[in-house]
């Protein structure tokens, strides 16, 4: 489900920057955001009572609001695709105040947000970083990746992913032995059933694209994730409509080779809670969270979940990351 809501978000945000559809334009302070008023209601019940309950508003093509320390918090959460950090900075890569969009750092020291500009109007949802540079990679396999330079605070295009029209929706970036990794969704339909998902490999030193093997299993909005040198794919669902999901696989650089892993202390659930060498990882909106849960070698039973359970009622707009924590903040008082 969180997959299949995440690519409508994409859509209904290529429509919005194409201009598409586009019914209200809602103004704070002097910045102008276009939306869709039903993606707005939808996620946020601030919009929904105010679209619904007969307002003023309503019937406005250009709605200002007020309170600035709520609008923008709000309306900025439904523009957010994707988030890395580096160091003290995060990077988001979201919707800009007037359209188009933007990578925006923002400096955990001094509490402050900067825009940065993309190169044209391009989007993305997946960012990765690899040596000085943050890999910007968007699941419109049309569009050309780019990749920003920190320290010089420029952009580049990098090589294309491809122009197979089978293939969608390339996955979060993974870094394994200092190359990027990315999968997509094949939906080439064959005798019944879609086609596995293709693996492909990006070498930043040539800046070339290979294409590497095939899952064992069809994969659409799964997750790419690095665990112990190691590439995963975990969670998503099978085929691109129906909430099938999917098994956890493990690929091998040696033999260029997909397999399945094995679920054995994994109850069945629907929170994304997965196991990968020895550890639970919770699969939440397509970020891998390590859960800090330690499976003992010779465990035979399952690993209870019903803690966890919050993590479920996280919003399917939300864009996670991780940060590194202050030592000042893990001191006991």
């Given at each position: 489900?969180?997959?299949?809501?995440e690519i409508l978000l994409l859509k209904c945000a290529k429509f919005r920057d194409e201009g598409q559809f586009?019914?209200?334009?809602?103004?704070?302070?002097?910045?102008?955001?276009?939306?869709?008023?039903?993606?707005?209601?939808?996620?946020?019940?601030?919009?929904?009572?105010?679209?619904?309950?007969?307002?003023?508003?309503?019937?406005?093509?250009?709605?200002?609001?007020?309170?600035?320390?709520?609008?923008?918090?709000?309306?900025?959460?439904?523009?957010?695709?994707?988030?890395?950090?580096?160091?003290?900075?995060?990077?988001?890569?979201?919707?800009?105040?007037?359209?188009?969009?933007?990578?925006?750092?923002?400096?955990?020291?001094?509490?402050?947000?900067?825009?940065?500009?993309?190169?044209?109007?391009?989007?993305?949802?997946?960012?990765?970083?690899?040596?000085?540079?943050?890999?910007?990679?968007?699941?419109?396999?049309?569009?050309?990746?780019?990749?920003?330079?920190?320290?010089?605070?420029?952009?580049?295009?990098?090589?294309?992913?491809?122009?197979?029209?089978?293939?969608?929706?390339?996955?979060i970036g993974a870094i394994v032995h200092q190359s990027i990794f990315v999968l997509c969704g094949n939906t080439?339909?064959?005798?019944?059933?879609?086609?596995?998902?293709?693996?492909?490999?990006?070498?930043?030193?040539?800046?070339?694209?290979k294409e590497k093997a095939r899952t064992c299993q069809p994969h659409f909005g799964s997750s790419l994730f690095?665990?112990?040198?190691?590439?995963?794919?975990?969670?998503?669902?099978?085929?691109?409509?129906?909430?099938?999901?999917?098994?956890?696989?493990?690929?091998?650089?040696?033999?260029?080779?997909?397999?399945?892993?094995?679920?054995?202390?994994?109850?069945?659930?629907?929170?994304?809670?997965?196991?990968?060498?020895?550890?639970?990882?919770?699969?939440?909106?397509?970020?891998?969270?390590?859960?800090?849960?330690?499976?003992?070698?010779?465990?035979?039973?399952?690993?209870?979940?019903?803690?966890?359970?919050?993590?479920?009622?996280?919003?399917?707009?939300?864009?996670?990351?991780?940060?590194?924590?202050?030592?000042?903040?893990?001191?006991?008082?």
């Amino acid at each position: 489900m969180a997959a299949s809501s995440e690519i409508l978000l994409l859509k209904c945000a290529k429509f919005r920057d194409e201009g598409q559809f586009i019914d209200v334009r809602l103004k704070v302070s002097d910045d102008v955001f276009t939306a869709h008023r039903i993606v707005l209601a939808a996620s946020s019940d601030y919009f929904y009572a105010m679209f619904t309950n007969g307002m003023k508003e309503s019937r406005q093509e250009m709605i200002e609001l007020k309170d600035e320390s709520i609008t923008k918090e709000r309306i900025q959460a439904t523009h957010c695709y994707a988030a890395v950090s580096v160091g003290c900075n995060l990077f988001v890569a979201g919707q800009a105040p007037v359209g188009g969009f933007s990578l925006y750092r923002y400096d955990t020291e001094s509490n402050a947000w900067e825009m940065k500009q993309l190169p044209s109007t391009l989007w993305f949802n997946n960012l990765c970083i690899l040596g000085d540079y943050i890999y910007a990679i968007s699941s419109n396999l049309g569009q050309v990746p780019q990749r920003y330079n920190i320290g010089k605070r420029q952009w580049q295009s990098i090589s294309n992913l491809g122009t197979n029209i089978y293939y969608q929706a390339c996955n979060i970036g993974a870094i394994v032995h200092q190359s990027i990794f990315v999968l997509c969704g094949n939906t080439n339909y064959i005798e019944g059933r879609y086609e596995p998902a293709v693996l492909h490999c990006f070498d930043p030193a040539k800046n070339e694209w290979k294409e590497k093997a095939r899952t064992c299993q069809p994969h659409f909005g799964s997750s790419l994730f690095e665990v112990n040198g190691k590439l995963f794919v975990a969670g998503g669902r099978c085929t691109p409509n129906l909430n099938y999901p999917t098994p956890v696989e493990v690929y091998s650089e040696e033999t260029n080779t997909w397999s399945i892993v094995k679920q054995e202390h994994i109850p069945a659930n629907n929170l994304g809670a997965v196991e990968i060498e020895g550890r639970v990882y919770f699969i939440i909106n397509q970020f891998p969270f390590d859960s800090g849960i330690r499976i003992s070698p010779g465990e035979r039973y399952p690993v209870p979940l019903d803690e966890w359970e919050n993590l479920g009622k996280i919003e399917q707009c939300a864009v996670l990351c991780y940060l590194p924590l202050k030592r000042e903040y893990t001191k006991s008082e």
